[in-house]
């Protein structure tokens, strides 16, 4: 039975393209007819003959009239027929922009790390509310005015031609005038449209960068600069609206104007002959009728023009999206994906295989015309059982960094090695899908999944049986132990405890813990953590750093951060400045040779006490 019902739903959204003009030309074909049929009933009822006969009589005769039957029948199947076509519509556009929306979010998705990154949450958004209700909305009107309009129009002019050639002429050239008139105002509008839509995306890319450059703006003292540049660019949005509503607003009236001049130079026209050829009132009623028609449906097709304009730019923005290509898609259905479906392997053990990455000559940008992000970039042989440090100042490159390390953004300048052989990868696939299963990549500022914080711990095809599982439960609150997250997860109401959207039922500093516990769950033979202990106090981040010390034991650890006290025990720390690395080595050869690290260190241990805990972790 439901398979009936689906199968009969599909054969209804694939032929509701087809139905809907088919309605609306039937309606149209009917509505047409109907002030022709109404000439001779409104002659009938208006005669000398009819004066005589009382307002019951003239009823009866109505009723027993063929064309009022007629007239009657058409009225309600162009109702009907209306109601199918909007009906048929509506779902076919409904239909499409949904098919449309997953389309544009699974390509998203399937989207490397740095197209994500280079096109911005704001892009995603743009395209699946702002472009998809454009193209919904011009399907819906296309698939119902496409069709009407026009014919409206020519079956206007050629129902008047039938009763009065002279009437149709006279039509046909308000008809044009107003169609030119028309198309002048579009092409002003239109322009006018794209240039406010241009100051629209400006006005959100400087909300954008406001927001993330806040505390530099406030820091260079710069607030008046950046505010006096949003107003001016807003005045100048405001300023391409108002032409763009003008514009539209004038199309109406003046066409209204237009049209009723016709009608009366028709009338004074027909006024001036003898009265044996004069227009009778039914026939002047019908011309009229047929102008209005004109009129509206006219207007109707110059703003069905607007919006299929606006949903052709939006497709085309669309389709643009779609040429993108991911440098490198992660195939979930591949051999080569961890699959932690079966009970056997919920925790991954740890592998007697040892790794190491290597960086030789790293230059990275994130588009063709930017300058480079990191330059001629070196690292040292990283090894398992070892933390590296990195230290960078802001904007000094250190998440690019991290991105690239963990395979988030593609470069061959990275190269891996397993018990000292390097690793060899046909393609970018085999590359990304080796990194997933490997290295865990603890990110700055992170954001957990609206949900459970039970479901933050599911990775790759994890099921909830699996997830559920004593044995998962068991190291799920392990690695909250590590992480020094136990306190305040209990005091949430444990693992089962509901994250709310942007995560902002959690601290900055519980984020940070927790996405850390995420990431310990997967015993990862990798661990990448960018700058994630900068919103811990110290106490608490140097007991997390004992305990990274002791999982260190098992993978290879690198750790990002502008905190010298985060790096002080690491095998090897490297200075990033300028886009490269200008120094490396341990804590102690770097404080006593290298000028730069001793400035630093000064700056955040002026009297050795905090350094003193971090060495004697």
Request: aromatic residues 10%; glycine residues 4%; contains cysteine.
């Amino acid at each position: 039975m439901e398979n009936d019902k689906t199968e009969n739903a599909s054969i209804i959204q694939k032929w509701s393209i087809v139905f809907g003009p088919l309605c609306k030309l039937g309606e149209t074909i009917f509505e047409l007819l109907i002030p022709y049929l109404m000439i001779s009933l409104i002659t009938l009822m208006s005669s000398k003959q009819s004066e005589s006969v009382s307002y019951i009589e003239t009823i009866k005769l109505l009723l027993r009239n063929s064309k009022f039957q007629l007239i009657i029948l058409l009225s309600l199947l162009t109702g009907i027929l209306a109601i199918a076509a909007q009906y048929f519509a509506s779902k076919a556009a409904t239909d499409y922009t949904a098919k449309l929306r997953s389309k544009i979010y699974k390509h998203y998705m399937e989207l490397d790390s740095l197209s994500q990154t280079s096109l911005g949450q704001d892009y995603l958004n743009t395209r699946i509310v702002s472009d998809c209700l454009a193209i919904q909305n011009g399907l819906n009107l296309g698939l119902r005015l496409l069709i009407r309009s026009p014919f409206i129009i020519i079956g206007s002019l050629i129902m008047t031609f039938i009763i009065q050639p002279k009437a149709a002429l006279i039509l046909a050239i308000a008809i044009l005038v107003i169609s030119l008139m028309i198309s002048y105002f579009l092409r002003k509008s239109l322009s006018a449209y794209k240039e406010m839509q241009s100051k629209t995306k400006q006005i959100f890319r400087q909300i954008a960068e406001s927001k993330s450059g806040l505390s530099c703006i406030r820091a260079f003292n710069a607030e008046s600069k950046i505010i006096n540049k949003f107003a001016k660019t807003n005045r100048e949005e405001a300023y391409f609206k108002r032409q763009f509503s003008l514009l539209n607003a004038y199309i109406a009236p003046l066409s209204q104007a237009l049209i009723n001049f016709a009608l009366l130079y028709c009338l004074f026209s027909y006024y001036s002959l003898p009265f044996s050829l004069r227009l009778n009132a039914a026939t002047l009623i019908a011309i009229y009728s047929y102008f209005s028609k004109s009129l509206i449906e006219t207007i109707k097709f110059a703003n069905l023009l607007v919006t299929l304009s606006k949903a052709i730019g939006s497709y085309q923005l669309i389709q643009t999206f779609f040429k993108l290509k991911a440098e490198a898609k992660l195939d979930l259905n591949a051999s080569n994906v961890i699959n932690v479906n079966n009970p056997k392997s919920t925790i991954k053990p740890i592998p007697a295989k040892s790794y190491s990455l290597i960086v030789k000559n790293l230059t990275f940008t994130y588009t063709k015309d930017n300058l480079p992000v990191l330059e001629n970039l070196n690292l040292p042989e990283m090894h398992s059982g070892c933390i590296y440090g990195i230290f960078g100042l802001q904007a000094s490159g250190k998440s690019t960094l991290a991105r690239i390390l963990a395979g988030l953004y593609k470069s061959d300048n990275v190269e891996i090695k397993t018990n000292g052989k390097l690793l060899k990868f046909k393609d970018a696939n085999e590359k990304a899908a080796f990194l997933n299963e490997h290295v865990a990549y603890v990110e700055q500022a992170p954001k957990l999944l609206a949900g459970t914080l039970r479901s933050n711990f599911r990775y790759g095809s994890m099921s909830d049986a699996n997830l559920n599982s004593a044995k998962n439960t068991e190291a799920i609150w392990h690695a909250l132990e590590l992480t020094e997250a136990i306190d305040f997860v209990k005091a949430k109401g444990g693992l089962d405890c509901l994250v709310n959207e942007q995560s902002n039922n959690f601290s900055g500093g519980q984020l940070a813990r927790l996405a850390l516990a995420i990431a310990l769950f997967r015993q990862p033979d990798i661990l990448i953590l960018d700058d994630f202990l900068q919103a811990l106090d110290l106490s608490t981040a140097l007991k997390l750093l004992r305990n990274v010390q002791k999982i260190s034991q098992d993978c290879l650890v690198i750790c990002l951060s502008q905190r010298l006290a985060t790096l002080i025990n690491s095998e090897c720390i490297s200075i990033l400045q300028d886009q490269r690395i200008i120094a490396e080595g341990k804590h102690q050869d770097l404080l006593k040779s290298n000028p730069y690290y001793q400035e630093l260190y000064k700056l955040e241990f002026p009297n050795d006490k905090g350094a003193q805990a971090c060495v004697n972790l």
